[in-house]
C-alpha cells in the first residue's frame, strides 16, 4: 500500500508542473526511478511488483573475491575494487564503474563491511596551458610482504598540470638528491619532454633555503635545473592547495595502487606501478576534466621542451687531508682507513658520495674502503682490522715477493702452500717473508725455500731459522753449531741457590 502511495504521488507532482529530477529530490528517489514509474501505469506498476524478483547482479561471480579483499581492507575505493577485478580475472565482463559501485556497496551492506573515510579537501587551482606545468611531490607507505612483514616504501610522483598524465618512482629506502635528479629523468622519459615549470614543497633535497624569495638550490638539484633550464615553484609551508593535483595523485597511488598489494621486491613493484598507469592511473576519466590523461597528453606532448641528451651527474667526488693516525675527519665523525694510509702532510684520498655510503679512494681512484654514513658528531667509524695494511691485496703481494726470484713458479707455488695452511695468517706470513727477503738475499732464500719445500716446512717463522742456520754455516762452514745453549746472567749467584725442603713431620704435628 505504501508503495502505490508513493507511485500515485509521483503522478500528482507530475500533473502540478513538478519535473523528474525535483520529485526525485522531494521523495528521495533516483530520476531515472521516476521517470520509469511515470511511464507506466498502475495495472503495470503493480503487474511490475508482484512480479518483482530480484535481478541477477552481472558481478555476482565475483562476490567472494570482493568481500574477501574488502575484509582484508575495508578502506578501499569501489575504484580500487575495479582496478582489482581487471588485474586478476581477464574474462571480467565490460561493466561501467556506477555497476561496480552500486555492487561494492551491496557487498558491504549484506556483509556489514563499513568503510571508513579519511576526507582531506583541496582548493581547486586554474588550469594552465598545454606544456606549462607539472607538479611532483613525495610519498611513503607502509605495505605488507608476503610473509606477512611490513615493508615501507619511498616513491616520486610527477603530474602534467594540463593532462593529468601520471608518473611515479618507487625506492626501497630514503631518497637522496642523486636519486631524485634520476627519479625527474625517468618521468621526463615517460613524458618525451619536460614542462617549463615544476611546482615543489621546500624539501632539503632540493632547497637549502627559501631566503625570502631568493631560492637556494642545493649544489647537485642546482646543477641539474641548470642543465635541464625548467623553473621551479616551491610552495610556502602548509600550503598544499598550491599543488592539490599532485596532492591527489599521492594519495590516488595510496589507496588506489599501493593498498591492499603484496611487497615482492623492489623491480616487481615498478613493472606492477607502470601496468598499473597503463590499465587505470592514465586511462580512466579524470573526475575533473572529465577526459582521459593518456589522450590529452598526446596534445600536451607536443607542446613539452625536447628532452635532448643524457644528464650526466657531476663528479661529486671531494679530496680530504688524511690526519696522523690514518682516520679523515668528515661532519663531526672520524673514518678509519687501513694503517699505512698516511704517507707525510700532504697525503689526500678521494671522499665520494654514494646514496648512504662514504667511499675512499686513492689518487688513482681504486677504492681504499666504503663505510655506510653514521648521524651525529664525534663518531669513531672503523674496524679493528684497519690496524693491519690492506693496501696491497693477497695475489699482488704474492707475485711481488715471487718476481725477483729466477725459479717464480717454485717460489710462488711455495708461498700458496703457505697460503693454504695458514689462510686466516696469510697476509703477516708473506710481509715476514718479504723482510726476510730484504734481510737474506734473494741467494740464500732461494736454498731456505728449497730446503722447506723438501721437508714440507710451510711456516714464515720456521722458513727465517732455516734461513739463518743456512747463513751461519756459510759464513763459518767449518764451525758446527751447538746443540744446546748455556743461560747466561749477570747474578752467577742465582744458579748456586739450593731450595729449602720441608720434613714430613712438621705436617703431622700441624694436623694432630
Not at 20 to 39: E, M
Not at 113 to 136: C, L, M, S, T, W
Not at 441 to 460: N, P, T, V, W
Not at 492 to 498: G, P, W
Request: aromatic fraction near 12%.
Amino acid at each position: 500500500m505504501d508503495l502505490l502511495i508513493m507511485f500515485h504521488e509521483i503522478h500528482r507532482l507530475k500533473r502540478e508542473g513538478f519535473s523528474a529530477s525535483w520529485i526525485g529530490r522531494h521523495l528521495v528517489l533516483d530520476r531515472r526511478t521516476v521517470i520509469k514509474y511515470l511511464n507506466m501505469s498502475e495495472e503495470k506498476y503493480l503487474s511490475y511488483k508482484s512480479e518483482g524478483q530480484p535481478r541477477r547482479k552481472r558481478l555476482a561471480p565475483y562476490e567472494d573475491f570482493i568481500r574477501d579483499r574488502l575484509e582484508d581492507c575495508p578502506e578501499a575505493s569501489a575504484a580500487q575494487v575495479h582496478d582489482w577485478l581487471k588485474e586478476h580475472y581477464d574474462e571480467l565482463a565490460d561493466v561501467n564503474e556506477k555497476t561496480v559501485f552500486n555492487f561494492v556497496l551491496w557487498v558491504r551492506n549484506k556483509h556489514e563491511i563499513p568503510k571508513q573515510f579519511n576526507h582531506r579537501d583541496f582548493g581547486k587551482v586554474e588550469e594552465q596551458p598545454y606544456g606549462y606545468q607539472a607538479q611532483a611531490d613525495f610519498g611513503e607507505y607502509n605495505t605488507i610482504t608476503q610473509e606477512g612483514t611490513r615493508k615501507k616504501v619511498y616513491f616520486f610522483a610527477m603530474v602534467l598540470s594540463r593532462s593529468r598524465q601520471k608518473y611515479m618512482v618507487f625506492r626501497d629506502s630514503p631518497f637522496t638528491t642523486e636519486a631524485v635528479i634520476d627519479a625527474h629523468e625517468q618521468c621526463f622519459a615517460f613524458y618525451m619532454g619536460i614542462p617549463k615549470q615544476i611546482v615543489y614543497d621546500q624539501d632539503t633535497l632540493m632547497l637549502v633555503s627559501e631566503n625570502h624569495g631568493d631560492l637556494l638550490l642545493t649544489d647537485a638539484f642546482r646543477s641539474y635545473v641548470n642543465y635541464r633550464g625548467f623553473k621551479q615553484y616551491f610552495c610556502r609551508k602548509s600550503d598544499p592547495q598550491s599543488k592539490g593535483k599532485v596532492e591527489n595523485v599521492v594519495k590516488y597511488i595510496k589507496y588506489n595502487f599501493l593498498r591492499g598489494r603484496k611487497y615482492i621486491n623492489l623491480p616487481v613493484l615498478n613493472q606492477q606501478a607502470e601496468a598499473w598507469l597503463t590499465r587505470t592511473g592514465n586511462i580512466k576519466v579524470h573526475s575533473v576534466t572529465r577526459k582521459i590523461p593518456r589522450e590529452e597528453w598526446l596534445i600536451e606532448m607536443l607542446h613539452l621542451s625536447p628532452l635532448g641528451g643524457v644528464y650526466q651527474t657531476p663528479d661529486n667526488k671531494q679530496w680530504y687531508t688524511v690526519r696522523k693516525d690514518n682516520t679523515i675527519a668528515y661532519k663531526g665523525n672520524f673514518y678509519c682507513l687501513p694503517r699505512g694510509t698516511y704517507q707525510g702532510e700532504q697525503t689526500k684520498v678521494i671522499l665520494q658520495l654514494m646514496d648512504d655510503y662514504l667511499v675512499f679512494q686513492d689518487c688513482n681512484h681504486n677504492e681504499i674502503i666504503r663505510y655506510k654514513r653514521v648521524s651525529g658528531k664525534g663518531k669513531h667509524v672503523g674496524s679493528n682490522n684497519l690496524k693491519r695494511d690492506y693496501s696491497l691485496k693477497i695475489d699482488t703481494l704474492v707475485n711481488k715477493i715471487a718476481v725477483d726470484f729466477p725459479e717464480k713458479d717454485v717460489v710462488r707455488d711455495y708461498l700458496e702452500k703457505i697460503r693454504k695452511s695458514n689462510p686466516r695468517y696469510i697476509r703477516d706470513q708473506l710481509v715476514l717473508i718479504e723482510k726476510q727477503v730484504e734481510a737474506f738475499g734473494i741467494e740464500l732464500m732461494r736454498k731456505a725455500i728449497d730446503f722447506c719445500l723438501l721437508h714440507s716446512i710451510y711456516k714464515a717463522t720456521d722458513l727465517e731459522m732455516v734461513a739463518r742456520k743456512i747463513q751461519a754455516e756459510t759464513n763459518n762452514p767449518d764451525k758446527e753449531l751447538p746443540s744446546s745453549f748455556q743461560v747466561k746472567s749477570i747474578n752467577k749467584a742465582a744458579f748456586t741457590i739450593t731450595p729449602e725442603k720441608s720434613n714430613i713431620s712438621d705436617y703431622k704435628n700441624l694436623m694432630n
